[in-house]
């Protein structure tokens, strides 16, 4: 079973820049795809970013290309999500989750993480 836990959001000035983190226990993430969603009070939890198993695949959602991204350090079980040049509308608990199996490609359909951290809260003000 992988456990994940997000670090790194607070509050911050629309225009600033927050460097989120997901750490995993109970497994390694080396072979799963990684995402990230974010969900807003009163609305659907979001695909963000997702970075694959193997080789430089990344998505984004429209809204943040250019501004967010996502990585991962497979040497320290730990993905990022660097967010940059932040919005107001990107006001959310920012969640990361692991595919439901090693070896699947990425995707931006919640239905295809089994695995989920806490989720961390960030806010942008205006």
């Known amino acids: 079973q992988v456990q994940l836990v997000e670090s790194g959001g607070g509050l911050v000035p629309a225009g600033g820049s927050l460097r989120l983190s997901c750490a995993a226990s109970?497994?390694?993430?080396?072979?799963?795809?990684m995402g990230w969603f974010r969900q807003a009070p009163g609305k659907e939890r979001e695909f963000v970013a997702a970075?694959?198993?193997?080789?430089?695949?990344?998505s984004y959602l429209d809204s943040v290309k250019g501004r967010f991204t996502i990585s991962r350090d497979n040497a320290k079980n730990t993905v990022y999500l660097q967010m940059n040049s932040v919005k107001p509308e990107d006001t959310a608990v920012y969640y990361c989750?692991?595919?439901?199996?090693?070896?699947?490609?990425?995707?931006?359909?919640?239905?295809?993480?089994?695995?989920w951290g806490q989720g961390t809260q960030v806010t942008v003000s205006s």
């Open positions: 989750a692991a595919g439901r199996r090693p070896w699947l490609p990425t995707s931006k359909s919640k239905d295809e993480y089994a695995y």
């Open positions: 109970g497994g390694t993430l080396s072979r799963y795809s």
């Open positions: 970075i694959a198993w193997s080789g430089p695949a990344m």
